[in-house]
């Protein structure tokens, strides 16, 4: 009998509902305040700029640099255990708001440019993988 | 300063912390406010105010049940992990000053040793880690180790902290958890132990992260008219703050993935009790990982941003060192009972009853609390 490990899916909210169908129509996006243009990242009600609710969505280039990084050497959750060791990093998008994903590539270091990658995890999911960015 | 030496701590209680504890959190919860209550000299019905740590086991109305409280004036909910604790001290000075309470109970209990309730599952139950749960966990970063460990690689790519800095923080815990009684932790380490240890999330090693453990703690603060009449000599709270980095629910969002809360804390603090850090004797530096202690020492003007890990390299943190830190082992290497088992140490010391553990002489210490992603408190103690 095999064991069927799944791993934790995001709880959407309406909120958050638009950069979830980005991501699954293979578009990394950022929200933006429908009032002043500020960007935010995650998603949130209000603008802390401005305070406006009004939101409008922008798709990001997906370029950016390396911030900072982590190896996972030990799986918290049973879902990631099969792909020990494996690598998060936090990089800081061209277009100001910083991400989270997962990476590809040799070790990161602070700085290092990247570019994102929409990553097909199964049927429902698509991950956020960012790897270097022309020469690592 | 309105709140400095208005209240004081008069009754601590602890369990016994140890995994794989038959007892209930709630159940340990009582076992150490009763320790504290009775440690102060008081009934429990005496209690006016009761702040329970966290929603992980009684609420102000068990309280209310289970000690035949009559006139209940106070109740709080502070959720902010483990600075929750400090941050109660905060509030319980506040309603005490102003005449609301005589006598608030701070009190915490966990059991953590069931399977659902391990550290890759639990805090996404919790509001403060929403945006985790929802953008993070998905991806496979799931546990604190995990989450805070960008910070503490950043730190030590951009200042050049090292293994051995870390290193320096799990020892001096260690070598204090050995003289204490009551600590999870009762074999000695060495830096080559730390430095061999498990990886757990680059840069954290097994020896930087603290212990699942269950127990429980409690505190009474009073108002310190009212605590001249108790049990042990007064604990003064001289200074207290609290602090909150931008943008808190979120390290991802953080201009300085670095900053803390009680960056902002700490100035507050150190203004209210109108000392500086040159003055402390013993600190109580909350320590989930190795590397929140030395950002927190910098943090709090010990020295600059940067040079944390050379602060505590020459042994500095160990007993007999200029800053004694963690005298009970601290969550490293005594048990994580979300700090509030420092706030019990540093009275404990303040009062000279430190053991073999006791810092010669310590009349003013700080006891610090570290929460969530970041949040921050920090306590300026002194003996009356
Ligand atoms: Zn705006």
Known sequence: MTETVTKPEPPESALSAPYWQGLRDGRLLLQACGACGTLRHYPRLLC????????????????????????AHHAFHVGFRDELPYTLVTVDLAEGPRALGRWRGATPRIGLAVKAILRQADAAAVELWFEPDGEA | MALRDQACVSGIGETAYMRGSSKTAFELQIEASLAAINDAGIHPSDIDGVIPIGIVSGIAEDFV?????????????????????????????????????RHVLITFGRNVSAGSNKAGARIHNMPQFHYVTEFE????????????????????ELYGTTVEHFGAVAVACREHALLNGNAIMSKPITLEDHRNSRMIADPFRLLDCSLESDGGAAVVVSA??????????????????????????????????TSLGIGKAAPRAFTMAGVTPADIQV??????????????????????????????????????GALPTNTHGGLLSQAHVWGL?????LVRQLRGDGGRAQVAGAELGLVTGYGDLGDGALAIMRRG
Request: charged share 20%; net charge negative.
């Open chain 2, 137 to 156: 966990h998905p991806l496979g970063n799931s546990a604190p180790a995990q989450i805070y460990a960008p910070m503490a690689r950043r730190h030590m």
């Open chain 2, 65 to 101: 049940d289970n000690f035949g409280i009559r006139d209940l004036r106070y109740s709080a909910l502070i959720p902010h992990g483990g600075a929750s604790p400090v941050m109660a001290l905060q509030a319980a000075a506040t309603v005490l000053a102003t005449g609301v309470c």
């Open chain 2, 341 to 345: 088992n420092h706030i019990v140490e």
């Open chain 1, 48 to 71: 802390s700029a401005c305070f406006s609710d009004a939101v409008s969505w922008r798709q990001a280039s997906g370029h950016g640099h390396v911030h900072s990084w982590t190896v």
């Open chain 2, 283 to 320: 600190a109580e530096i909350y320590d989930c990982f190795t590397y929140a202690v030395i950002r927190q020492i910098e943090d709090m003007g010990f020295c600059e941003k940067g040079e944390g890990g050379p602060f505590v390299a020459d042994g500095r943190l160990r007993l007999g």
């Open chain 2, 224 to 257: 310190a008219d009212v605590a001249a009449d108790c049990r042990h000599r007064r604990v003064f709270i001289s200074g207290v703050a609290v602090g909150h980095p931008d943008s808190p629910a979120s390290i991802t969002q953080r201009p300085d993935m």
